[in-house]
């Protein structure tokens, strides 16, 4: 009997565990290459609205991935994400606008400013446990709209404020949305990376041992609150990053944006996607992208009621998420090709 | 898992490459694109502006409403919309072309107002945004609106900036803003009650702050005075307390510059407190025909507002060829809205506004309809009060300014008084408040 087993948990991703014997799919990294090449082209290809529909995409997709950090790696609860993504949205609105900083100097400040302040909060939050946790996050979530609009001065209020676009520099010749879009294609595929080299490390490693069984953990030497607390703060980065991104597609900031619905929704989204996969977090984005605008024709409540649904069918028919149904439609197709 | 060091190194090695590659490919292909080319008008005139959107025989034309959140009751005035260009198509048209409308729900929240206006002039081809709801949804959308250059006209908010900003030319207002309504207000108040005392409740944003300021600058060097100023946020649940702690000023008059759901708190509260009776003036986006039905109107003194448009409520107007068109199109294409409600008229005026400045066009273009909303030379429009006309000018991007007053009445509005006319008797509004 192994360890997931024992503590009710579901298995790990296929080639995670020793002796796992199940399929996987047998060409990741052509599929990953042919994935990047698509991602490459898509912006020559397709009109301006898809473009910045796949942008939003990716956006979250970064929000999410970051989110995994927390829920699927860390097995715990964050209810407080859309706070982090208002901290980016914001540093970059203001730092743009008012400041007048450059574009390049804006994310690793964001990215800077999310991370200290998710190790701020993570540093009491994560001696917490479970619900607890939750709570907590959920006052962060709950509080950070307010203290915007009470610092109408500097944020605007809940006006809300414009931010500045960056433009496509001349040499490239590319149209600003296409600019926009391989910029935030470059940000997703560093945070993939450092997401994955992050998992593959030693902290990773502790984060899983952790997460399956923190006594066990412990025992072993793991200091759990410290492993806790900075994949926390890892986690608020990368949605601080996704936060900035979000304000240099949208271009306008308001507290009405971050509010607590979206904290439950980013969550719902990681959850649906999957929590515990790399695609996870891209499946989930589409979901949170595509449910909504694609429900709104069916009329007035149409997008809340669809949205629950599916996340309903999601939890009781695939556990593991969208990627678990990927990947187990993936295995299927390699055991089939495997008899042939 | 991992290959030995040697290999992992070549294999890096090899991706980088691929990216450079990759990279290489794609870079030269840049800024063409196989798929969303604008339309441009080649020859003639006109060669060079932008005709997306129009043809001989459509104009496709997007509107943003809130449809469900907080301001749903704004929704209203997409009926209003809706209603008169059926009205119109069934006559054939404007100059032979068909109005398509498109409408999309933003529930009242700027960023997504943006997102539906990308889908609306990217996805949906516009060829022009009427209407966003709101100052914040509206000043969220007018930057994208200017980069694009999509004419963003006859916006539903009476923020001043709106006919004051020319870093937004393609943005421009309709109804009368509400520094406009604020001197109205004290306008009324100069001749009536010259040494008035005045609480104001205000709703902590651009469009109270706008109101309020307007207010105060207006009764300046005048024996009328603000003795007391409470603010709410939108999304507090009520104004009870605000509304206390005006009562302890005992002012004459109770300036209510407020959205439907706290006006009609305010009311309430005013109508409970017994010791407390001032006049209580009430701001016309306020004004909806479910708040006026909450009213204990034996319990408040005088209830004053302003309006500009005829009121189907009105048995004044029960006879009036124009408002008659109106209840018989709202029931045909809008049967869902209510005739009496102003925001469903607010729609089918601003609509009508919409149709005259298309037909005023002189080039079938965006750059032809942007010139066309800002030479308009007292035009006039069948369901605005008589003596009320759309005029706009170099520097004049106020379509409405002139108001009356109304009192409420045994149920219904009854207008009182002159129109007044608040540029020639204040001079143009000049400031833009902040942003």
Redesign the interface.
């Known amino acids: 009997m192994n360890i997931a087993e024992q503590t009710g948990r579901r298995r790990l991703a296929v080639g995670r565990e020793a002796g796992d014997r199940r399929r996987v799919w047998p060409w990741p990294r052509v599929t990953l ?1 042919a994935l ?2 698509v991602a ?2 898509a ?8 473009v ?1 529909q796949l942008t939003m995409i990716l956006v979250y997709g970064i929000a999410l991935l970051g989110l995994n950090l927390v829920v699927g790696q860390s097995g715990q609860i964050s209810l407080g994400h859309g706070a982090f993504l208002a901290v980016g949205a914001y540093t970059s609105a203001v730092a743009t606008g008012p400041l007048g900083l450059p574009y390049p100097v804006v994310l690793p400040l964001s990215a800077l400013l999310s991370f200290g302040l998710g190790l701020a909060l993570g540093l009491p939050a994560l001696r917490l446990r479970g619900a607890y946790l939750a709570v907590v996050t959920l006052a962060i979530a709950v509080v950070v ?2 203290v915007i ?1 009470r610092f109408g001065a500097v944020t ?5 404020l ?1 931010a500045s ?1 960056p433009s496509a520099p001349p040499w ?4 600003d949305d ?1 600019w926009l879009y391989l910029l935030v294609l470059a940000v997703a595929a560093a945070a993939l990376a450092a997401a994955r080299n992050l998992l593959a490390s030693r902290s990773g490693r502790a984060l899983a041992a952790i997460r399956e069984n923190p006594a066990a953990a412990e025992v072993l030497g793991v200091r759990i609150a410290a492993h806790r607390t900075l994949v926390f703060a890892w986690s608020a980065m990368y949605a601080g990053v996704a936060g900035t991104l979000y304000a240099w597609v ?5 507290p ?2 971050f509010t607590v619905t979206l904290s439950i929704v980013l969550l719902a989204a990681a959850v649906v996607g999957g929590p515990d996969s790399p695609a996870g977090p891209l499946l989930g984005a589409v979901f949170l992208t595509f449910v909504p ?1 694609a429900a ?1 024709g069916a009329g ?2 149409a997008p809340g009621l669809v949205a629950g649904l599916v996340i309903v069918i999601v939890v009781c028919a695939a556990p593991a998420g969208l990627a678990g149904l990927l990947r187990m439609a993936a295995g299927a197709v390699a055991r089939r090709l495997g008899r042939e | 898992m991992r290959g030995t060091g040697a290999q992992a190194a070549r294999r890096t090695r090899a991706r980088a490459l ?2 450079a590659a ?2 290489a490919l ?2 030269p ?8 080319q604008d339309g441009v008008v080649r020859t003639g005139p006109c060669a060079g502006q932008q005709s997306t959107g129009i043809t001989r025989d459509a104009v496709k034309v997007g509107g943003v409403y809130p ?2 959140g907080p301001a749903s009751a704004y929704g209203a005035i997409a009926a209003g919309v809706r209603a008169y260009f059926g009205y119109v198509n069934a006559g054939g048209g404007v100059d032979g072309r068909r109005i398509e409308f498109v409408v ?2 933003d529930g ?5 107002a ?2 539906e206006v ?2 609306l002039v ?2 949906d081809e516009v060829f022009a945004v009427f209407q966003t709801v709101g ?2 949804s509206t ?2 959308v007018r ?2 609106a200017a ?1 694009r250059r999509v004419p963003q006209v006859f916006v539903a908010t009476g923020a001043s900036r709106w006919g004051t900003d020319t870093a937004h030319p393609w943005t421009i207002g309709y109804q009368p803003s509400y520094v406009a309504e604020a001197r109205v207000y004290a306008q009324h108040l100069k001749e009536t009650a010259p040494q008035a005392t005045v609480a104001v409740l205000y709703q ?3 469009f109270g702050r706008d109101l309020r300021d307007g207010f105060a600058d207006a009764v300046r060097d005048s024996g009328v005075r603000i003795v007391a100023e409470q603010s709410y ?3 507090d649940p009520g104004v009870q307390g605000q509304l206390a702690n005006l009562a302890s000023s005992g002012a004459d008059v109770l300036l209510s510059v407020t959205t439907p759901k706290f006006a009609a708190q305010a009311f309430a509260v005013d109508a409970a407190v017994t010791s407390w009776n001032p006049v209580h003036i009430v701001n016309s986006v306020a004004v909806s025909p479910a708040v006026m039905a909450s009213v204990e109107a034996g319990k408040i003194r005088e209830i004053v507002s302003a309006v500009y448009q005829k009121n189907a409520a009105d048995p004044e107007w029960a006879d009036d060829p124009a408002v008659g068109a109106y209840r018989e199109s709202l029931l045909r294409y809008a049967p869902e809205a209510d005739p009496a409600s102003q925001q469903a008229m607010f729609g089918w005026t601003a609509a009508q506004a919409f149709v005259k400045a298309l037909q005023r066009m002189e080039c079938p273009t965006r750059e032809g309809l942007r010139a066309a909303v800002h030479r308009l030379d007292e035009v006039p429009v069948d369901t605005l009060l008589p003596g009320i006309t759309l005029s706009t000018g170099p520097g004049d991007g106020f379509p409405i300014e002139s108001m009356m007053l109304a009192r409420f009445e045994e149920g219904r509005w009854t207008s009182f008084g002159e129109v007044v006319d608040t540029r020639a008797v204040f001079g143009p509004v000049r400031t833009a408040s902040a ?1």
């Open positions: 290459a990047a090449a490459c082209a912006p020559f290809l397709l009109t301006p609205y898809r910045f709209p307010p609009k605007g209020g809940s006006m809300g414009s676009v490239s010749g590319l149209a296409q949208v271009g306008f900031v308001s009405d944006s605008a709104q007035d409540a | 691929a990216a990759a990279l794609v870079l292909l840049g800024g063409c694109r196989l798929a969303g449809l469900s999309r729900d009242y929240q700027p960023a997504r943006v997102e990308r889908r990217e996805l100052t914040p000043a969220a930057d994208y980069r902590n944003d651009d946020e939108v999304t942003g």
